[in-house]
């Protein structure tokens, strides 16, 4: 072991240590021992052990643990640090603009442990309320965050989208005259993908010879009728090749999951498998209605085609108002008139403001007096905007034992309330089921926002029974809702079929902490796509006059 390694080993237990809060003369004299090893000429394996203890910077527990580390190969108190550092705090470490300090405060402060999990608190601008952070720091360690996870395997939807349409212009140019379209997991708008698919016109040892020309591409594999390419530092593409009379055929096996081919073929029986010139002509084959890509997983949905019982997909313009959105009055970054303007100005007719509660400190979380104000500014705003109408809201935190964040007479001052787990979320299912039944059985819930807190790829959900929560808040007229904040998806698109059957009422809400946060609509739409919805199951699609009799109904059923 060299005295670079050595050096290495002592400076991240030095950052470990004063990220954990613990010895901090212990943790300087790690650092420092670190900085003189670092400037040794002469190899510590070559130094005999006695006299390590005389190099300057180096005492009686550093000494130690250099012998350690040259007669063993290990550091056990930094290998016991590590072990009990969630990996993605290590992570952060690596992270430009984050020291010690401000890692403890992120994963101390704001629960936060993994890069996921930061980059959307920053979306949030959670970290501005905390000494240390501006918005020139939040915004380097978003762009950092964002170059590190640049280079991983696994993207969100959203994160792959702009590119996959670039792509696919690319492969059209490429080849033209000859088709090119993308297929796969992103076709059928799924919310994590690993690999974008593309179907090209072209035979498949034609596809490899011709990308070999063009500059950005790099081959990385291949199979019998594809080949795997990467462009530039973007995800991987597989790139499937055919002959031009079995571009649609190719294109439809390539797209469908594998379920829904078995139950397509099961049906279609001789009727498949020819050379049909499009996808449509395809389905008429097999006298079945088309089915959209995005309800190609076979969860039922050839069978209700066969019925003629597919439903007619909500879409991005059935939203007629915003749900669940944030301003300056808590962790927003526009104010609560320019979050109103811009809703009304894209065609809205209305924003529920549903600022953090009391109990979201990390997010300025509004207390009675400051609610009584923001109540004064919404009734002076909806006399200069209307007809456009804000509702008044509030996204209250649902406490450890289950309750709200207020008392019945602060929750009675809000048009209507959005229940959500912020805080405490390593839970028991028994212990989050308990919670969340609990605030759904509050009269003053009206929808259960965000229902189980998971971060696609960051951070899994509190493990819920899906099915006694749907049940419940079908009993309880609670409203379920469907962040559309691409990194959220929740409740998942998988569970949207069970809750419309249940009778459910569904939401689809962009979680919006900025007015570019309402284009996230579009994503939890093609989310709800897929699990079937309507806009008549939608809460958002309901007009203002249509959200008023609605919430004014619910409250007297409620006898609030």
């Not at 101390?108 to 000494?131: T, V």
């Not at 280079?151 to 492969?171: D, K, P, S």
């Not at 076979?298 to 313009?317: D, F």
């Not at 809702?481 to 569904?506: M, Q, T, V, Y």
Request: charged share 25%; proline share 3%; hydrophobic share 40%.
């Amino acid at each position: 072991m060299d005295n670079y390694i050595i050096a290495d080993n002592f400076s991240l237990l030095a950052k470990l240590m004063d990220i954990h809060g613990d010895n901090s003369f212990k943790a300087k004299s790690f650092a420092n021992a670190a900085f003189q090893i670092e400037k040794l000429t002469v190899p510590l394996a070559e130094t005999p052990h006695d006299a390590i203890f005389k190099i300057k910077g180096i005492g009686e527990s550093t000494g130690k643990s250099v012998i350690e580390m040259l007669q063993t190969g290990r550091f056990g108190v930094l290998e016991d640090y590590i072990q009990k550092t969630p990996a993605g705090i290590l992570e952060m470490m690596k992270i430009k603009g984050l020291g010690p300090k401000k890692i403890a405060t992120i994963w101390k402060e704001l629960e936060i442990e993994s890069l996921g999990e930061l980059l959307y608190a920053c979306n949030e601008n959670r970290l501005l309320l905390f000494k240390g952070f501006g918005q020139k720091t939040q915004d380097s360690i978003k762009q950092s965050i964002e170059f590190f996870l640049s280079n991983r395997e696994r993207y969100l939807y959203a994160e792959v989208e702009a590119f996959a349409g670039e792509m696919e212009g690319i492969l059209q140019q490429v080849f033209s005259p000859a088709k090119a379209a993308v297929s796969g997991n992103f076709r059928r708008q799924q919310p994590i993908i690993d690999e974008l698919e593309f179907v090209v016109a072209v035979p498949i040892d034609q596809v490899a010879e011709k990308l070999k020309t063009v500059e950005g591409f790099t081959r990385l594999d291949n199979t019998d009728d594809a080949v795997i390419m990467q462009y530039k530092e973007h995800i991987k593409l597989k790139i499937y090749g055919v002959q031009p009379e079995h571009f649609a055929t190719k294109l439809f096996v390539t797209t469908g999951s594998e379920a829904f081919l078995d139950q397509f073929f099961a049906h279609a029986g001789q009727a498949s498998g020819g050379n049909e010139a499009t996808e449509e002509a395809i389905f008429e084959k097999a006298d079945l209605p088309y089915i959209l890509p995005c309800l190609r997983e076979g969860k039922g949905e050839v069978a209700l085609a066969a019925a003629n019982a597919l439903p007619k997909l909500i879409e991005t313009t059935d939203i007629r108002g915003i749900i669940h959105s944030h301003s300056q009055w808590s962790d927003g970054l526009q104010s609560l008139e320019e979050m109103a303007k811009a809703a009304k100005e894209q065609g809205f007719e209305y924003l529920v403001i549903s600022d953090h509660s009391r109990s979201a400190f990390y997010a300025n979380g509004l207390h009675p007096e400051r609610i009584i104000a923001q109540h004064q500014q919404i009734d002076e705003l909806n006399r200069q905007l209307a007809p456009f109408k804000i509702f008044k809201s509030i996204e209250a935190d649902i406490l450890n034992d289950g309750s709200l964040d207020y008392p019945d007479e602060v929750l009675a001052s809000f048009d209507l309330v959005i229940a959500s787990v912020h805080s405490n979320l390593k839970m028991t299912e028994e212990k989050a089921m308990a919670r969340v039944l609990k605030a759904i059985s509050n009269p003053y819930t009206t929808i259960l926002g965000h229902m189980t807190g998971r971060l696609l790829l960051s951070r899994n959900g509190y493990p819920l029974n899906h099915e006694e929560i749907i049940d419940a808040c079908v009993a309880h007229h609670v409203v379920i809702e469907l962040n559309a904040h691409p990194r959220r998806l929740d409740i998942d698109w998988e569970w949207i079929p069970s809750a419309i059957k249940k009778g459910a009422l569904l939401s689809i809400d962009p979680d919006a902490h900025t007015i570019s946060g309402y284009h996230d609509i579009k994503y939890g739409t093609l989310a709800a796509q897929k699990g079937g919805l309507t806009k008549e199951k939608n809460l958002s699609s309901l007009t203002r006059d249509e959200l008023e009799s609605f919430l004014a109904q619910r409250k007297q059923q409620k006898g609030i």
